[in-house]
């Protein structure tokens, strides 16, 4: 199993970039997907998930700012960063389960490789 991250870059805060997550489940379908991030010096972040069902969760911080959405004809799941800041500066990670707590970071199985994200002033 796979799950390659991409999209990630450097933008000015205020900009506004689009992850992708595309996964090699065969049934993709079947997984709540997650995005995590880590900060240098900081611990690993819950930064939104999407259930199968297609439920949405978010960390406050990120809420109204950033969507999570997945395809799942494409078995891919998207995060799209609107109005970045600096503090969202870091590595995004996209992350599968099938545990129903989409906030644990421990509770995901699979993990990709993670994309950076840099946020200028």
């Known amino acids: 199993v796979q799950l390659q991250a991409s999209g990630g870059g450097l933008v000015q805060a205020g900009g506004s970039l689009r992850l992708s997550c595309a996964t090699s489940?065969?049934?993709?379908?079947?997984?709540?997907m997650g995005w995590f991030r880590q900060a240098p010096g900081k611990e690993r972040e819950f930064v939104a998930a999407?259930?199968?069902?297609?439920?949405?969760y978010y960390v406050d911080s990120v809420k109204g700012r950033f969507t999570i959405s997945r395809d799942n004809a494409k078995d891919t799941v998207y995060l799209q960063m609107n109005s970045l800041k600096p503090e969202d500066t870091a590595v995004y990670y996209c992350?599968?389960?099938?545990?129903?707590?989409?906030?644990?970071?421990?509770?995901?199985?699979?993990w990709g490789q993670g994309t950076l994200v840099t946020v200028s002033s």
């Open positions: 992350a599968a389960t099938r545990s129903n707590d989409l906030r644990r970071d421990d509770n995901y199985d699979y």
């Open positions: 999407i259930s199968w069902r297609f439920n949405t």
């Open positions: 489940f065969r049934r993709f379908n079947a997984y709540h």
